[in-house]
């Protein structure tokens, strides 16, 4: 009985989780020689977890959409976790500039879908901590190659009410792996955020709050993206300002309930981006 009682513990959980993800981190990766393949020029971790907008990489402009499907298999409560199917679905195009191309086409179009759960555990009033794990297949149409993506992870969420405002701290684990005919790729993400909502308001149709998110994102094994001259972009570190709209009554939107949408810019090395996002990613 101690035994089950240790596995519905929430610290038990997300120890193993820990654990799972400092293995996963640790071990080799392929060696391969980054072959300019269609395939390998598509970061296909970084393009489903980017959101919906546009980053661009080198002589690489890739403009992406996400839709964030969900589906809330069981509420969350203090006496039982809350369970939430996820399969996101990512189109992505990368318009590649003529002087990089070298044999490339000027555009790829790819695809990727995911399907997931994400377990909500409350730890406190204030507090929520949510292990996930998705796996995935995205396609790359130009040279019909396809590639595998898994992440798993954690995410926690403490809010502190202030007060006609609130302020949302935000932090997350995540390991990711990629995975292409010619390429596997390991890389892990620690990030930490902050939400504002704040006391002004503005009526766009019905009443919303102006909100302030600011993430920074730290990669290990670095973040890479591969360019058609066999050069490789390499980044560490990533920082993201955000202004939103929250409004007060939320709107389902692909099972998701979306209570805000917000406008972001993301810089890290050599890394420039504009994002269109519609909740605080913790």
């Known amino acids: 009985m101690r035994g089950a009682a240790a596995c519905r513990d929430p610290r038990v959980t997300a120890a193993r989780l820990l654990a799972i993800a400092c293995a996963l981190l640790c071990c080799p990766a392929l060696a391969v020689d980054p072959a300019r393949d269609n395939a390998v020029l598509f970061n296909w971790y970084y393009a489903a977890a980017f959101g919906s907008g546009a980053y661009r990489v080198g002589e690489i402009n890739t403009f992406v959409i996400r839709a ?43 695809l990727t879908a ?15 901590l949510r292990p996930l794990a998705t796996l995935g297949s995205g396609q790359e149409f130009a040279s019909n190659k396809r590639a595998a993506v898994g992440v798993i992870g954690a995410k926690s969420l403490y809010r502190l009410p202030l007060e006609p405002t609130t302020l949302d701290l935000g932090a997350s684990l995540l390991v990711a792996r990629a995975r292409t005919d010619e390429l596997r790729e390991d890389m892990g993400e620690l990030a930490l955020g902050l939400d504002w909502l704040t006391s002004m308001q503005v009526n766009v149709g019905q009443p919303a709050s102006i909100g302030v998110t600011v993430i920074q994102y730290w990669y290990f094994r670095k973040l890479k993206f591969l360019l058609p001259n066999s050069e490789e972009v390499a980044v560490r570190a990533e920082s993201e300002i955000a202004v939103s709209l929250r409004f007060h009554q939320p709107h389902l939107l692909f099972g998701t309930e979306v209570d805000r949408v917000s406008l972001g810019v993301r810089a890290g090395d050599g890394l420039r981006g504009i994002s269109l996002t519609t909740s605080f990613p913790f």
């Open 114 to 128: 995911s399907v997931g759960a994400e377990l909500e555990i409350r730890m406190s009033e204030r507090w929520m």
């Open 68 to 110: 964030p499907v969900a589906y809330r298999l069981r509420e969350a409560t203090p006496q039982q976790w809350g369970v939430r199917l996820v399969v996101p679905i990512t189109a992505g195009v990368a318009d590649i500039e003529p002087d990089d191309r070298d044999g490339i086409p000027d555009t790829l179009t790819a």
